[in-house]
């Protein structure tokens, strides 16, 4: 679904759909986010179909991180020669946890290419510089990526509606976690873009869910 111009959502609802949310950003970017579950593309694709998105027309695939309920399904677009991202300590946290990991979750390790290595910092695409961020503890090299224009930010698996992402995974860390979410709270936010659960789509219940989460979640850490 549409929730700004030029900003998709595509948000969990049920196993047997997908397997973590979405997002697409509209022309001029075409990225897709988190593509999720291999076996859950097709219908995907026909829900991109549904907001008027041609998915022939994806052009680049970000992976917010390494996990396999996130990034699985890259593997379709990487066989297809789209270019793929993840950061850079995330590829090579992958090319050393990935099968062990892929295993815990059942799952064969996709062979996978990345044609773009992030890094933290400014990403210019056809000319919209969006802003990268590396936000370890949920994972050791997760982004979040920021399209200051639309105040919109995909945060991965870091934050969700009143809670944050697990720090009991391989490569995880709750004092790198909430140092993330510190760093990211200080910015200009409508949508609040996350993984998983629903999201936070006012500036005024971002500040607050941040808020929630302060007090109520990070003591619990
Ligand atoms: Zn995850």
Not at 75 to 84: A, L
Not at 139 to 148: E, I, L, R
Request: proline fraction near 6%.
């Amino acid at each position: 679904m549409k929730i700004t111009d030029g900003v998709y959502a595509y948000i969990w609802r049920g196993v047997f759909e997908n397997n973590c949310n979405m997002y697409y950003f509209g022309e001029p970017l075409n990225i897709l986010f988190d593509p999720g579950l291999t076996r859950h593309l097709d219908l995907r694709f026909e829900a991109l179909r549904a907001d008027g998105i041609d998915p022939a027309g994806i052009k680049t695939v970000v992976s917010t991180h390494s996990h396999p309920d996130h990034f699985e399904g890259c593997e379709h677009f990487m066989n297809k020669g789209i270019p793929v991202g993840m950061h850079r300590e995330e590829i090579e946290f992958l090319n050393k946890m990935g099968p062990q990991f892929f295993a815990m979750f059942g799952m064969k390790f996709p062979a996978f290419t990345f044609d773009i290595v992030m890094e933290e910092g400014t990403w210019s695409v056809n000319g919209v510089d969006l802003q990268v961020f590396m936000t370890p503890g949920h994972s050791p090299a997760s982004v979040c990526v920021y399209w200051k224009e639309k105040k919109a930010l995909v945060c991965g698996d870091l934050v969700f509606k009143e809670s944050v992402g697990r720090v009991d995974f391989p490569g995880g860390d709750p004092v790198q976690l909430k140092e993330s979410i510190a760093r990211i709270s200080g910015l200009d936010i409508d949508y609040l873009l996350p993984g998983h659960m629903e999201m936070v789509t006012n500036a005024k219940d971002v500040t607050r869910n941040f808020d929630v989460i302060r007090q109520y979640i990070f003591p619990q850490l």
